[in-house]
């Protein structure tokens, strides 16, 4: 089903499919309103608790990768967006405010934002803005070491794309950051603290209205959406800062990464020898993998142990398409995402004291990468893309033999928080089960006391014939069904 809405000249236009349910209720704020709680807690906790060690029960990269595409549709921003056109500091948000933040993680040390691929515009404007001065073509790609005459080209490309959009003014021949987005990003920190300070812990108005000029506007889950990625960018920001590890665990994966790109890719590169048909043959996923090996082979793989650590960038990474060595391809549309931001593992932490066949099951972990111990473990390649030969630099650590602290410190914590005496944590983190289960709880709780509501007003005499038609056909079907059934 098609939406029509207004356009901006006032002509009827039809937009993608969206469901009703979605339109008149915002039917997924609660689920979003729940992720961005968790990574602001986080946030907080970081700048207010001086913690050192941040446990996540989500996968670090998947959050990110998924908050990014949540927020990508900015033909949709305009209708979408209560935040935008919100005035902090005196200026209001626009779109190219919310389009520069979204890619906003930095590290000079680690090189981020990569000066390739789809990342190269944001190097490029972020450059400028630490330069503070105008500088030539040669100059900004000597700064960002980008060569090669495929690579300038496409780096003025980009150049003249963010003239044209305002972010970079020109001069004759020298590219200068506009004075308007400088301060985007601290515009932005300022509406994520603002915005979650008056959800969580505001008093009087509703929390769920912010006020643009004299009226007030309803939060949408694209506006929640917003604010949980900036929200995390801002915490990678001060985990950096004030070197907070971050780790995040995830228990059910089906990620088949690590057999289907790193293992083929690695065996290509006589990084490590692999057995190309045997590989074909193994179970499907990494976990399943990595659980097999662990059953047949427990004599040899004692419990707890971990595979290396390999850049989250693998996951879109594949061997090259053109079969050559010291080369790579995207695996999807030939895009490989940010490297040298998550560095992920797996691991298995228990077993039985009985059988030692009995074990846990392997979990996915990733974590926060740090330029203090991570920046030489870099593997090079090449990749081929939009007309240019890019370098791509990734994490790896290839075997056991390379040391690897940060892993170390995680397994002996991960190994010392687990509790035997109770089955569901066999294996995994005993505090994210308890945090779990208060949160379970406590959505329980409200969910009743949304329900109560809503059918109190279902049933109140002056609602009941549009509630009727809020409802649809298959709604109202599965009610009359369900009523016969009891």
């Known amino acids: 089903q098609s939406v029509m809405h207004l356009g901006p000249a006032g002509e009827l236009t039809v937009t993608s499919p969206l469901t009703e349910q979605a339109i008149v209720d915002n039917s997924t704020i609660a689920g979003w309103i729940m992720t961005f709680s968790e990574l602001y807690l986080a946030y907080r906790m970081v700048?207010?608790?001086?913690?050192?060690?941040?446990?996540?029960?989500?996968?670090?990269?998947?959050?990110?990768?998924?908050?990014?595409?949540?927020?990508?549709r900015r033909s949709r921003w305009e209708e979408e967006l209560s935040i935008l056109g919100l005035e902090i500091d005196g200026l209001r948000l626009d779109k190219n405010d919310l389009a520069y933040a979204r890619h906003h993680i930095v590290n000079e040390a680690?090189?981020?934002?990569?000066?390739?691929?789809?990342?190269?515009?944001?190097?490029?404007?972020?450059?400028?803005?630490?330069?503070?001065?105008?500088?030539?073509?040669?100059?900004?790609?000597e700064g960002l070491g980008i060569l090669g005459s495929d690579r300038v080209r496409r780096a003025e490309v980009y150049l003249e794309k963010s003239v044209k959009e305002g972010y970079i003014r020109k001069t004759g021949n020298l590219y200068e950051a506009s004075q308007r987005y400088i301060g985007t990003w601290d515009r932005i920190r300022k509406l994520v603290d603002g915005i979650g300070t008056q959800l969580f812990e505001g008093k009087g108005c509703n929390p769920m209205k912010i006020r643009k000029g004299e009226n007030y506007e309803w939060l949408t889950t694209r506006d929640v959406a917003f604010l949980s990625l900036f929200c995390f960018q801002a915490l990678i920001e001060e985990s950096w800062r004030r070197k907070v590890l971050i780790i995040g665990i995830t228990k059910d994966t089906t990620a088949t990464d690590f057999k289907a790109h790193l293992a083929p890719l690695c065996g290509n590169e006589g990084i490590w020898p692999v057995d190309a048909e045997g590989l074909r043959a193994v179970p499907s996923t990494d976990r399943m993998l990595l659980q097999a090996m662990s059953v047949f082979a427990y004599e040899q793989i004692p419990v707890p142990w971990s595979l290396i650590e390999y850049d989250t960038a693998f996951q879109t990474i594949v061997p090259d398409f053109k079969g050559r060595k010291g080369y790579i391809s995207g695996g999807r549309r030939n895009r490989i995402s940010r490297e040298r931001l998550f560095l992920k593992s797996y691991v298995q932490l228990d077993q039985s004291a009985?059988?030692?066949?009995?074990?846990?099951?392997?979990?996915?972990?990733?974590?926060?990468?740090?330029?203090?111990?991570?920046?030489?473990?870099?593997?090079?390649?090449?990749?081929?893309?939009?007309?240019?030969?890019?370098?791509?630099?990734?994490?790896?650590?290839?075997?056991?033999?390379?040391?690897?602290?940060?892993?170390?410190?995680?397994?002996?914590?991960?190994?010392?928080?687990?509790?035997?005496?109770?089955?569901?944590?066999?294996?995994?983190?005993?505090?994210?089960?308890i945090a779990d289960k208060i949160a379970k709880a406590q959505r329980?709780?409200?969910?009743?006391?949304?329900?109560?509501?809503?059918?109190?007003?279902?049933?109140?005499?002056?609602?009941?014939?549009?509630?009727?038609?809020?409802?649809?056909f298959r709604e109202r079907r599965e009610e009359v069904e369900y009523a016969r059934r009891r």
């Not at 001086?50 to 949540?70: F, W």
């Not at 809503?454 to 002056?462: G, H, T």
């Open 354 to 433: 009985r059988d030692p066949r009995l074990r846990s099951n392997v979990l996915l972990i990733d974590r926060l990468a740090f330029p203090d111990y991570d920046a030489d473990k870099v593997v090079h390649f090449k990749q081929e893309y939009g007309g240019a030969e890019e370098p791509v630099d990734v994490l790896l650590y290839p075997d056991r033999d390379v040391t690897n602290e940060i892993q170390n410190l995680v397994m002996v914590l991960l190994s010392s928080m687990g509790a035997r005496s109770i089955p569901e944590v066999f294996g995994h983190n005993k505090p994210l089960f």
């Open 444 to 472: 329980r709780k409200f969910s009743g006391i949304i329900e109560g509501t809503a059918l109190w007003l279902m049933n109140s005499p002056r609602l009941r014939s549009f509630c009727f038609y809020m409802n649809t």
């Open 110 to 141: 680690l090189g981020l934002p990569p000066p390739r691929g789809d990342y190269l515009r944001y190097a490029l404007v972020l450059y400028l803005q630490r330069s503070r001065k105008a500088m030539s073509l040669q100059e900004i790609c």
């Open 47 to 72: 700048l207010d608790e001086d913690v050192k060690i941040l446990l996540l029960d989500r996968s670090l990269s998947a959050t990110l990768n998924s908050l990014t595409t949540d927020t990508s």
